[in-house]
């Protein structure tokens, strides 16, 4: 992202997230599930788990320093050196979470526009949860 390390530099990054293959409203044991992307504590963006796709842009702030890569802003999730984006899962009336999914920023490409194209239904035809991987996640430069 950004141009490159640069000790003590700061870029903005603009991260475009294409979930495809949505698991279903009602997929496995859980009902009227949504899936969003965190901010902060909270979900926010919710998408239908029957939509044909969800997308999210979110802006994150790149630094550098000292050869390390790091990331900044609300939807930032994890300690220096392991940061992600959290993408939450929610069932019911009450939007109850149940699962997340990570997007681990580490693995972006080094540019000022990145795309993640993000497969949303595991193995089991569940919604995908915990650290995301390819095939499962595609990163590309936007």
């Known amino acids: 992202m950004g141009v490159g390390p640069r000790a003590g530099g700061r ?4 991260i475009r997230i294409e979930g495809h293959t949505l698991p279903g409203r009602d997929p496995g044991s859980h009902r009227d599930v949504q899936v969003g992307i965190q901010v902060r504590r909270e979900p926010a963006e ?18 550098y320093g000292a050869d390390v890569r790091d990331f900044h802003g609300p939807v930032v999730q994890g300690k220096r050196g392991e940061r992600f984006v959290y993408l939450t899962w929610l069932e019911g009336p009450d939007a109850t979470m149940f699962r ?9 490409p ?7 194209r993000v497969d949303l239904t595991d193995e089991a035809g569940l919604p995908r949860c915990a650290r995301l991987r390819p095939p499962a996640v595609e990163w590309s430069v936007g």
């Open 110 to 116: 080094e540019a000022d526009v990145v795309v993640a």
């Open 100 to 108: 997340r999914a990570k997007l681990m920023l580490a693995d972006a």
């Open 11 to 14: 870029d903005l990054v603009r």
């Open 46 to 63: 919710l998408v239908p788990a029957d939509a044909a796709s969800a997308t999210w842009e979110v802006e994150v702030t790149e630094s």
